[in-house]
């Protein structure tokens, strides 16, 4: 996996649902659509390209336009890379500063402005040294215009979710709700209202045993790199509602601190995904409560920005 930033233009190559577009848009890598894979060819110093929605970059002959929409490998683009040396320190780094053309051809790829806010250039080959009479009656060298670009190595994070651990959902975790009477549309905040003694033990109990470092272990010797904790805000900050459990936000620290030790120890990065916000942004289970959404009440928007300054506050450094 790779991304490709153009140098003069500081902007990222990603794919776009708008006619399978390939352009340079974003100004930072790791956004949908910025990775791509990278398959060389048989016998040959060419390559192809895939695209985030699993097709391969192609191009039309008659318009010279790049796009990924083609599902078979055979009818991807060939490119080939050509060093750029001339314009740059190679004391820097040259190997991957490169301009891309066709393989086995003169034919390079250029960059042209199809939007200003937000600032889009659509990638395409001068259609001109496409065509067998233009190449041999009217030479063309587009090279000078060709885009100048790098092409950096992205670790693909292949993960992992960790659901119904500090957030038990009925659907994943019916044992949770037991002899409650609550079943299907029950939530931790209502098991937490039915009683709170019974809550508390509960997520404990979770909190000890629905994830441990065997099954960390486990997930990192399978080939997985990369771990999503789903949790709620009130693990991160006292929860002024006395909504859920455990009540001691201390005790829900302690264990994704413990996650992060665990994480290092088997090599695996770890995603914290605020799953429940203050006021429950949806209504369902997976917010910890379902009940009627009230998120966008300045309040709970004030404690959601509480809960993502206690993330970057406690586990910045992991």
């Known amino acids: ?18 006619h399978n577009k390939i352009v340079f848009q974003d100004s930072i890598p790791y956004l949908h659509g910025s990775s791509f894979q990278l398959h060389r060819t048989l016998g040959s110093k060419c390559f192809r390209l895939k695209a985030s929605n699993q097709k391969w970059l192609s191009l039309d002959y008659k318009s010279g336009l790049i796009s990924a929409n083609t599902e078979y490998e055979l009818f991807g683009v060939k490119l080939a890379a050509v060093l750029e040396k001339s314009d740059f320190n190679c004391s820097i780094n040259c190997l991957n500063i ?14 042209s402005q199809i939007s200003t806010i937000p600032s889009i250039y659509q990638l395409y080959i001068n259609p001109k040294t496409l065509t067998i009479w233009g190449n041999i009656f009217n ?7 060709a885009v100048v670009i790098q092409v950096n190595k992205q670790n693909q994070l292949l993960g ?31 098991i937490v209202k039915y009683n709170r003694t019974l809550a ?63 994480a290092d120890k088997y090599d695996l990065s770890v995603m914290i995904d605020l799953h429940g916000a203050p006021g429950s942004q949806n209504g369902i289970d997976h917010s910890g409560c379902n009940f009627k959404p009230n998120f966008i009440e300045q309040s709970n928007i004030d404690l959601s920005l509480q809960a993502i300054e206690s993330i970057l506050i406690n586990f910045k450094s992991q």
């Open 98 to 111: 490169i301009k891309l053309r066709l393989c086995d051809s003169n034919a390079w790829i250029e960059s």
């Open 160 to 190: 992992v979710n960790l659901g119904g651990w500090f957030i038990p959902e009925v659907w994943m975790r019916r044992s949770f709700f037991n002899n409650t009477g609550l079943g299907w549309g029950g939530s931790l905040c209502a």
């Open 200 to 262: 508390e033990e509960r997520i404990m109990n979770s909190l000890e045993n629905w994830i441990t470092e065997s099954d960390i272990k486990e997930i990192a010797s399978i080939g997985y790199n990369s771990l999503r904790l789903p949790i709620g805000y009130w693990n991160v900050i006292d929860d002024p509602y006395k909504l859920f459990a455990p009540a001691n936000v201390s005790i829900s620290l302690s264990y994704i601190h413990k996650l992060f030790q665990w």
């Open 139 to 145: 030479p063309i060298d587009t090279k000078k215009d």
């Open 1 to 18: 996996y790779i991304n490709i930033y153009d140098i003069n233009k500081s902007l990222y190559m990603k794919y776009i649902k708008d």
